[in-house]
Structure formats: C-alpha cells, structure tokens
Nanobody
Framework: VQLQASGGGLVQAGGSLRLSCTAS????????MGWYRQAPGKQRELVAS???????DHADSVKGRFTISRDNAKNTVYLQMNSLKPEDTAVYYC????????????WGQGTLVTVSS
C-alpha cells in the first residue's frame, strides 16, 4: 500500500487545514487508517484513527478540534483540523494498518503543518 499525504501548510493560530491521505488501493478493507504527528524533538504520536467499520478515536489533545473521516470511493482519509494552535505544529503522517497473518504497517510521507501565533 502506498500512501500520499497532502494538505499541510502555514496557518495562523485559530485557523483550519484539511489533510488528505490517498491510498494506492481500496481502503475499504484496510483495518485501521491513522494520522500521526511528530513535532521537533518529540516522539511521533497518534492523532486520530478510523477503522474499516468507521469507528473513530482522537487524542485528547485534539478532541473537539480535529476530525478524521474517510471516503472509500476516493481511497482517501481526511483530517479536518480546526482551531489550530502553535503546539499543533508538526509533520503529519498517515498510516495504514493491515491485519493478515500478522499486522502490517504502511506509512505515507509526511506533510508539514506550521501554526503561527
């Protein structure tokens, strides 16, 4: 599975961005799609995830501000980010988790989000 992330950029605090992650194959059977982020000097952390059954989970730090969603027809997962804060500045990555005999993880390239104060 190849993943292409896009939508990052520079935005002022309080602004919005929508990230997209488009897969090279159908995502309807991908068990979990997730958005992660890594800020300078920090570990990569899970921001939000969505299962093939459309169950979603969001990190406490983004609840009420970020929303993950998927469009199976477009093989794309989105992360709508509202009320952005400077601490949201990071490289954002998408990941596809596939469960077969084992779990397999596929990462997309990152997209940089910079929130200015």
């Amino acid at each position: 599975v190849q993943l292409q992330a896009s939508g990052g950029g520079l935005v002022q605090a309080g602004g919005s961005l929508r990230l997209s992650c488009t897969a090279s194959r159908s995502i309807s059977s991908i068990n979990i799609m997730g958005w992660y982020r890594q800020a300078p000097g920090k570990q990569r952390e899970l921001v939000a995830s969505i299962t093939s059954g459309d169950n979603t989970d969001h990190a406490d730090s983004v609840k009420g501000r970020f929303t993950i969603s998927r469009d199976n027809a477009k093989n794309t997962v989105y992360l709508q980010m509202n009320s952005l804060k400077p601490e949201d500045t990071a490289v954002y990555y998408c990941r596809a988790d596939l469960h077969g005999s084992n779990w397999f993880y596929y990462w997309g390239q990152g997209t940089l989000v910079t929130v200015s104060s």
